[in-house]
């Protein structure tokens, strides 16, 4: 079993930052692929990056470029790093982990094991 525990969301002005983490416990990262993930109101959780132990990444079309997704295995914990927030960003965060070896690119739902309790991110305008 893993338990993921995300944290860094908050309220930000729009061209502002933010890192999410997401700390990992009951077992290590490794064979892991990692993702991030949002839920907007009223709307359905949706992917937003991904990345495999080895490091390959995928992001969603609408973050390319303003945010980057990063690990450190060493201290089981996977980041999201958030620049130029918009509005349109404004959700609930969720990690989620993909104990499927650690080398696939995932971004579906159902893809993922295990999810963290989310952290809200609000990008006022």
């Known amino acids: 079993q893993v338990q993921l525990a995300e944290s860094g969301g908050g309220l930000v002005q729009a061209g502002g930052s933010l890192r999410l983490s997401c700390a990992a416990s009951?077992?290590?990262?490794?064979?892991?692929?990692m993702g991030w993930f949002r839920q907007a109101p009223g709307k359905e959780r949706e992917f937003v990056a991904t990345i495999t132990w080895t490091g390959s990444i995928y992001y969603a079309e609408p973050v390319k470029g303003r945010f980057t997704i990063s690990r450190d295995n060493a201290k089981n914990t996977v980041y999201l790093q958030m620049n130029s927030l918009k509005p349109e960003d404004t959700a609930v965060y969720y990690c989620?982990?993909?104990?499927?070896?650690?080398?696939?690119?995932?971004?579906?739902?159902?893809?993922?094991?295990?999810w963290g309790q989310g952290t809200q991110v609000t990008v006022s305008s």
């Open positions: 009951g077992r290590t990262l490794s064979s892991y692929t």
């Open positions: 989620a982990a993909d104990w499927s070896g650690g080398l696939r690119i995932a971004i579906r739902e159902y893809e993922y094991d295990y």
